[in-house]
């Protein structure tokens, strides 16, 4: 597993100049790592059926919406889609009635509150919206990157030319842990004694700061980050360094749930979670919606779009058999090398990037498997400050699930929000400058000790 063999960039036929493999975007002084970050990897082939060939329908999206993340009891799950969704048919200069179907994402609603199977029908029914087809969509921490997904295919099919995706969450309530329990179920629930077992493999025996009830994914981020550090020799001040960057990323987005900066010294000695997380560096509960309105070329037309944003890939897959130490074969690694080969980019080309960082261990591990650097390095690529506003690839601009907060099922869409407003270079403070390449990697649930569903979109300006 340590040793690399047929080397070659991830998302790169082998072929290709060294122009197109440069984005041509100034260098800078985030150090050797950063610049050698587009390096030789275990060589993985792409899909070979849908998910890694080229669209011939464009796809765009022409408006995006997001609500302040946080504890907000105040408002209700109507009350949240409503206004995700009215801020991204403002942002698109689209009605209502311009809508040609619905995409609905949630993952608590049914097991907090007891609305199940019509979740978003009564969500959207109850702002106006009215005959039109409505999906409601649950794919685990990937609930609204699925539902932009199945927007994009919808609009490039033809079936509809303007197309709403919306994914929306409010995980806080009274009763915390029947929240937590939720995240039991992100697992199989029907061989607890397998998954014990695969975290023992991963990461050994699990110290925990004390007894309070956590989540399970905090236990297997744990597992996994040990694991990663037993490897590659991953250190937790690098992990600190991850978080205390997307932190003060968090400070510039004003729809953060956390917008405090914090120092390494402040993260390393918080409470610890589980080891080696502190709570700095695991992501929060939190309520919050974001959405996105979708288009292909003929509701590019009607709706006469001025600031549109190309949708150049959207790969969701799952995982396939391989063994725990087997990092290259990785879900996500695949999910990226196919929506790398279907967009014709690397990942060098990319200017900007949003990553699943439920834990700090997660935005390390994810930096590894989208290319960004190669396998095992990714403490040392955060570490070397690459990552950070004005480094070579930064990462999680918006604050990351850490800061910005994480409503599982509005996650995948508020990335979208974020990348859109980098390509649009709308993102003030926290804006990367000229960025003209964004990628979003989302995943969640657990199956044989990687996530049970992974999904990356490429977006282009």
């Not at 794919?139 to 539902?147: D, G, L, P, Q, V």
């Not at 099919?157 to 709403?164: K, N, Y």
């Not at 597992?223 to 990323?249: C, D, P, W, Y």
Request: glycine share 12%; charged share 20%; aromatic share 4%.
């Amino acid at each position: 597993m340590n040793s690399i063999a047929h080397q070659r960039p991830l998302g790169t036929t082998g072929d290709e100049t060294d122009a197109q493999r440069t984005r041509g975007r100034a260098d800078n002084s985030a150090g050797d790592l950063a610049s050698r970050r587009l390096c030789a990897v275990v060589e993985v082939k792409p899909h070979s059926g849908p998910s890694g060939s080229r669209p011939t329908e464009p796809a765009w999206v022409v408006g995006v919406g997001m609500t302040p993340f946080g504890v907000r009891p105040e408002a209700s799950v109507k009350d949240l889609t409503r206004e995700a969704v009215t801020g991204a048919l403002r942002d698109a200069g689209a009605q209502l009635a311009d809508i040609d179907a619905a995409y609905f994402g949630n993952t608590v609603q049914a097991v907090l509150e007891g609305q199940v199977v019509v979740a978003g029908q009564m969500a959207l029914r109850s702002m106006g919206f009215e005959r039109i087809p409505m999906v409601n969509v649950e794919n685990a921490c990937a609930t609204a990157a699925t539902a932009l997904h199945q927007a994009v295919l919808h609009v490039r099919s033809g079936a509809g030319d303007i197309v709403l995706a919306v994914g929306v969450d409010k995980t806080n309530i009274d009763d915390k842990d029947k929240m937590l329990a939720v995240f039991d179920g992100g697992v199989d629930v029907h061989d607890g004694d397998g998954v014990r077992a695969i975290l023992h493999e991963l990461g050994g025996d699990v110290t925990a700061g004390g007894a309070e009830r956590r989540s399970l994914f905090m236990n297997i981020y744990a597992a996994l980050a040990r694991s990663h550090m037993e490897t590659f020799g991953t250190t937790k001040h690098q992990l600190a360094i991850v978080s205390e960057k997307n932190h003060l990323h968090a400070v510039h987005n004003p729809l953060a749930h956390f917008r405090k900066a914090m120092s390494v010294d402040e993260i390393l000695t918080a409470r610890t979670i589980v080891e080696p997380l502190t709570l700095p560096m695991c992501a929060p509960l939190t309520d919050g919606a974001a959405a996105a309105i979708v288009c292909n070329s003929e509701g590019l037309r009607r709706l006469a779009a001025t600031r549109p944003i190309r949708v150049l890939s959207t790969v969701i897959q799952t995982g396939s058999r391989r063994t725990l130490s087997d990092w290259a074969a990785s879900v996500s690694r695949r999910t990226a090398q196919a929506a790398y080969e279907q967009a014709g980019v690397g990942p060098h080309d990319v200017s900007v990037a949003e990553v699943h960082d439920a834990s700090a261990f997660g935005e390390v591990l994810q930096t590894e498997m989208m290319g960004f650097c190669e396998i095992g390095a990714g403490g040392k690529l955060g570490e070397s400050g690459a990552t950070t506003l004005g480094g070579s690839i930064p990462v999680n601009t918006s604050g990351g699930l850490e800061s910005k907060g994480h409503p599982m099922g509005a996650t995948g869409l508020a990335q979208i929000y974020e990348l859109v407003g980098q390509l649009r270079g709308e993102n003030g403070a926290r804006q990367v400058p000229g960025a003209r390449i964004a990628l979003a990697e989302n995943g969640g649930g657990m199956y044989a000790g990687e996530e049970a569903v992974a999904a990356v979109t490429i977006l282009g300006a």
